[in-house]
């Protein structure tokens, strides 16, 4: 499937704030690879294939909810806020922020939000909170709102 043959829109920047629910929990990227070969013996590494499913699954929850609110291809800079609520099994297992946020990122470009991750210019205000199995479920909200090159009170 081709970024954007089931979601044909004319991108745009975003003009107001939009925001997006996948529900489950959201795995690491650079934790979940295989190394592939080829029939020329020829290695790559790849997702796993669960990583690959909860992706085309978050994509199309998040394809549909943008549909729904009217929300063009992202093709402009837009600030984002990601919120990430995961259970975790072990106190010893926890993930890096980064990655989980690369995955929110990379199904919002397979979702055909945004055209590509890198106008995702600002992440003021993410955070993931940690639960333990029972005590809530595991989801996450993205909110994407335009973004300003404007820096107020703030002196480079």
Known sequence: MKKGDLFPREGRGLDRTAVFVIEGQCPSKKNRHVIRRNK???TWIA???D???WEEQASWEVRAQAMAQGVPLINKPVWSKVLITRIIERPTAIP???NLVQSVDDVLEAAGVVENDNLIRCYDGSRYRLIKPG???PRI???L???SEEVPD???
């Open 51 to 53: 990583y690959q499913r």
């Open 47 to 49: 997702p796993d294939s």
């Open 135 to 137: 005590e809530g479920v």
């Open 40 to 42: 020329a013996g020829r």
């Open 154 to 156: 703030e002196k480079w």
């Open 141 to 143: 909200k993205i909110i």
């Open 96 to 98: 890096d922020f980064l």
């Open 145 to 147: 709102s335009p973004f």
